[in-house]
């Protein structure tokens, strides 16, 4: 399935959480087999993290390790870089191939 967003896009997120809900943040990774995207700052776990001893030898340290979770693309929408506004996107196809265009300013995202 192809999705609009990609790694790199500033994203805002539209639902979900009541912390997260207006946030914006970069793409980190898209999961395109689960629908779901992760973005910096969006959506965080603590993971607790025991002492465990690795085949090398080495020990990973124990504590609490903070991280982004996935949350579904349908849940954010891009931010358009030249107007500043989320907006939904355009595909347009020219010699060059195909480029994202924001709705609202007709701005090239690509």
Same mark, same amino acid.
């Given at each position: 399935?192809?999705?609009? %967003?990609? *790694? @790199?896009?500033?994203? +805002?997120? %539209?639902? @979900?959480?009541?912390?997260?809900?207006?946030?914006?943040?970069?793409?980190i990774r898209v999961?395109?087999?689960?629908?779901?995207?992760?973005? #910096?700052?969006?959506?965080?776990?603590?993971?607790? #993290?025991?002492?465990?001893?690795t085949q090398s030898?080495? #020990?990973?340290?124990? @504590? /609490?390790?903070?991280? +982004?979770?996935?949350?579904?693309?349908?849940?954010?929408?891009?931010?358009?870089? =030249?107007?500043?506004?989320?907006? /939904?996107? /355009?595909?347009?196809? $020219? +010699?060059?191939?195909?480029?994202?265009?924001? =709705? *609202?300013?007709?701005?090239?995202? $690509?």
């Amino acid at each position: 399935m192809k999705f609009k %967003i990609r *790694k @790199g896009d500033i994203v +805002e997120v %539209i639902t @979900g959480r009541a912390e997260d809900k207006g946030k914006r943040g970069e793409v980190i990774r898209v999961l395109t087999d689960q629908a779901r995207v992760v973005v #910096q700052g969006v959506n965080l776990r603590i993971k607790h #993290q025991r002492a465990v001893q690795t085949q090398s030898g080495r #020990q990973i340290t124990p @504590g /609490r390790i903070q991280f +982004e979770a996935p949350i579904h693309i349908s849940n954010v929408m891009l931010v358009c870089p =030249k107007c500043g506004q989320r907006t /939904r996107v /355009r595909i347009e196809r $020219d +010699e060059s191939g195909p480029r994202r265009v924001c =709705k *609202k300013c007709q701005a090239m995202i $690509d």
